[in-house]
């Protein structure tokens, strides 16, 4: 039996947009009259479960990757360990392993001179 699942207000608000989505995916993976007559349920449910993974993968890609090139805040811009002002350098690649497969996009980087580390600042020090 599937478990019960908070549903997030974001998810809520957009019911009606995800339902057009999910009816334009569905027309489009098995045509205006659904799935074949014969066609399993197991392999229905691998099919929405890859798909599933596919656009939360891409989702998830496109809000981070959208976030990273937004400006940096101003208290994550200081190096984490003295402080210091840095410089932003180049956007790095950064992947995760997330539980829908492998998240990546650009992070946006700093190098602080006195440290003499680079570090990302969408990420604190550990604990934070």
């Given at each position: 039996?599937?478990?019960?699942?908070?549903?997030?207000?974001?998810?809520?608000?957009?019911?009606?947009?995800?339902?057009?989505?999910?009816?334009?995916l569905?027309?489009?993976?098995f045509g205006?009259?659904g799935?074949?007559?014969?066609?399993?349920?197991?392999?229905l449910?691998?099919?929405?479960?890859?798909?599933?993974?596919?656009v939360?993968?891409?989702?998830?890609?496109?809000?981070?990757q959208?976030?990273?090139a937004?400006?940096?805040?101003?208290?994550r811009?200081?190096?984490?360990?003295?402080?210091?002002?840095?410089?932003?350098?180049?956007?790095?690649?950064?992947?995760?392993?997330?539980?829908?497969?492998?998240?990546?996009?650009?992070e946006p980087?700093?190098?602080?001179?006195r440290?003499?580390?680079?570090?990302?600042?969408?990420?604190?020090?550990?604990?934070?």
């Amino acid at each position: 039996m599937a478990r019960p699942q908070d549903t997030r207000p974001e998810v809520v608000a957009s019911a009606t947009d995800l339902e057009q989505v999910a009816r334009t995916l569905a027309e489009k993976l098995f045509g205006p009259a659904g799935p074949a007559w014969g066609t399993t349920f197991e392999d229905l449910e691998e099919l929405v479960v890859q798909v599933g993974r596919t656009v939360s993968r891409e989702l998830l890609r496109q809000a981070l990757q959208k976030q990273a090139a937004g400006p940096v805040p101003a208290d994550r811009q200081p190096c984490p360990g003295c402080q210091q002002s840095t410089p932003p350098t180049d956007p790095e690649p950064r992947i995760l392993a997330t539980r829908v497969g492998d998240a990546e996009w650009n992070e946006p980087a700093a190098d602080c001179s006195r440290c003499r580390r680079t570090f990302f600042p969408s990420v604190g020090e550990s604990g934070d």
